[in-house]
Every structure is written in C-alpha cells, then in structure tokens.
C-alpha cells in the first residue's frame, strides 16, 4: 500500500540509512517531529528493512508517523530533505583524499534531489560537514538560506552540557557556542558565554586561576569528544541525531530559534563565501538571520583562522 502526502503534512526526506541518518530517523519517530519520513539509500534493502523496523514502533510513538522507503522522486513535495550520505575513510587515506570523495558522493545525490523537483531546505550532516554543506549549495544552486549544515550545533550542546556539569547547573540554563569549523579549528567564545544572566568568566572571580584553566579544559574536551567516542565505539551518532531533530524542529515549526548552524558568510564576521558554524535565528525560510556576536580581538582571530582552514581545504577539493 502506498502512502500519499497531503498537503498540510511535514514530509522529511532522509539521503543516507547509516547510523547518523537512522539515530536521526529513530529520534524523529519518538519526538513526532513530522508527519511523513521517507528513507532513500542507494542501499533499496536496507532503506527498506529500516522502515519496516521503525513502523514496528510506530503504535508505541508520539504520533502515527508515516514511515517510507523510497527514491530521489519522494524529495519533490517534502519540506526538507536531509543528508547524511557518505563514505568512510579507508586506511591510509588522506582527509583531502576523503574530502574529494565525499564532494564526489554529494554531488551525485544533490543532482538526484534536484531533479525531482524539490524547492524545500536541505540539511546536510555528511562530515566535513563547511566544506561539504558549500559543495551542496553551489552544486545545487539554491540560496544559501536554504541550504543549513548541522555545523556546531552538537558541539554547543556539550559544551552547555560540560559547563552544566561544573557548575551544577541545569545545561538548558547555559548560554553559550562553539563557533567556526565543527573540528579541529573550533573555539567557544567565553566572553559570550553566560549562566542564565552571569556571565561565566565572571563567576570565575575569586578563584580565576584556577576556574580559567578549567574553562580551557572544558573547551578541549568539546574539541575531542568525537575523537574519545570513536576510540571507544567506533562512530558518533545519537549526539548528532538528535541535534538534527533539533534543527528540523526549529524548521517546520518556524520557530525563529538561535541555533549554531554551518552558514555562508556574506560579509558578516568579515568573512566572505565560507560556510562555518556561527549563531543563527532558523525558520520555516531556513536562516532567516546570521548573529553577529561581540567577540573580543583575540575570538574574532580564532574565528578567521578557522575560516581560512576551511577556505583552504576547499580549494584544494576544486583544484
């Protein structure tokens, strides 16, 4: 039996049945994030097999979510189509070698989205995600408003995570971002960073030595949490899953909520044509506005720096 999409529905389309694509899938049905979810692979069997295991659970969901396999034509009336296609790296392999690659991969799925017709948003989370959210936007020729990598977004979650943590705080009550490449590039901007109205480097008064290090220490472990995960279990996937269904949220409920989302830069920050994670109010339109926070001298240095990391390995894929 084949299941139509009625007008009024929110149809997610997902490119890529690996972990990340399935801890997102899985988190949607249990949060009842939208009405309709289509899985393409160029895997049939297997974008088959995972839809029949999550309509299994279906009677024990939120909502009566309508769970599909299907094809690039499926993109055409969805809201937004999101991509976590990709290959891993081989051994002895490069990280340019396996940027190509991956820009190869993209490339090919963004011209099967295309050509069904799909006037949607796309989210990408396929890894290196700047570098890759630019190759889709380009390739596809969409606005790039309409075009969102997951950027930082998890990165700022366990960083609000860890700072919760240290100071015995309900994270949700922690404000602050990572900000520029999801990688090794990343900083967190501290003198942007608060404890409901506190500023947190000012709750290091008294013991500012010692507390600062900590901060340091924390903003580290951010930067290496995927590097800890894999040691331990091979690959990261729930973190980013749900920070997607955080994303897809802000999106069809047109929630003008700041996440930090892999966004071009037109000028903002004084960056031009890259796309990194920074600060954005997200919508039913996508980006409906890039953030530009106070940063002091020495952020605004990290964050060209990363920039230019990410302009760099860019260029290098086109050569």
Not at 3 to 8: E, I
Not at 136 to 164: C, H, P, W
């Amino acid at each position: 039996m084949k299941f139509y999409s009625y007008p009024d529905s929110r149809k997610v389309a997902i490119v890529g049945t690996g972990m990340v694509g399935m801890s997102y899938a899985y988190a949607m049905l249990n949060q009842g994030a939208c009405d309709e979810l289509v899985l393409i692979d160029i895997n049939k069997e297997r974008a088959k097999g995972e839809a029949m295991d999550l309509n299994h659970g279906v009677p024990f969901a939120q909502t009566n979510m309508r769970i599909t396999e299907g094809d690039y034509e499926d993109c055409r009336d969805a809201d937004i189509v999101v991509i976590s296609a990709g290959v891993a790296q081989k051994e002895g392999e490069t990280r340019l070698d396996l940027l190509q690659r991956n820009a190869n991969v993209l490339k090919s799925v963004t011209k099967g989205i295309m050509e069904s017709g799909f006037m949607g948003i796309i989210v990408v989370a396929t890894n290196p995600v700047d570098i890759m959210t630019r190759v889709v936007q380009e390739y596809s020729g969409f606005n790039s408003k309409r075009v969102i990598g997951t950027g930082t977004i998890l990165d700022t979650a366990r960083l609000r995570y860890m700072v919760g943590d240290y100071f015995s705080v309900d994270p949700r009550n922690i404000h602050g971002y990572v900000m520029g490449e999801h990688g090794d590039s990343e900083f967190v901007p501290w003198s942007q960073a608060y404890l409901a109205t506190k500023k947190v480097l000012d709750l290091c008064d008294g013991d500012n030595e010692f507390c600062v290090k900590d901060l340091e220490k924390i903003s580290e472990q951010v930067r290496t949490s995927a590097y800890t995960i894999i040691k331990a279990k091979n690959a990261t996937y729930y973190g980013i899953g749900m920070s997607m269904v955080r994303l897809t949220k802000a999106i069809l409920g047109n929630e003008n909520s700041v996440l930090t989302v892999s966004a071009k830069l037109t000028g903002e920050y004084g960056q031009n044509g890259v796309y990194t994670g920074v600060p954005c109010i997200i919508g039913r339109s996508g980006i409906v506005e890039i953030l530009e926070i106070d940063m002091t001298e020495e952020e605004m240095e990290k964050l060209g720096s990363s920039c230019k990391t990410l302009v760099d390995f860019y260029g290098e894929i086109n050569k």
